[in-house]
């Protein structure tokens, strides 16, 4: 019993080092890049640079604005 509680012991505390290392990976400035809000150069509606859709560079935010 007691092999078996030192076992969950020893998982559990590896998870939560692993949890941990891999929440402190990816670097802020990557997340804000690609959280930045750009506004629709047809209709105004502000996309994130993720989402947005780019042409003859000026961003849309959808196919529609981007065709028109
Ligand atoms: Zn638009």
Redesign the pocket.
Known sequence: MLKILLLIGVVVGVYFLFFKKKNLKPPSSDNSQEEAMIP??????Y?SAKESLMRDGKY???H??LEA
């Open positions: 629709c150069a047809k209709c105004s509606t996309v849309y935010c959808c529609e604005c």
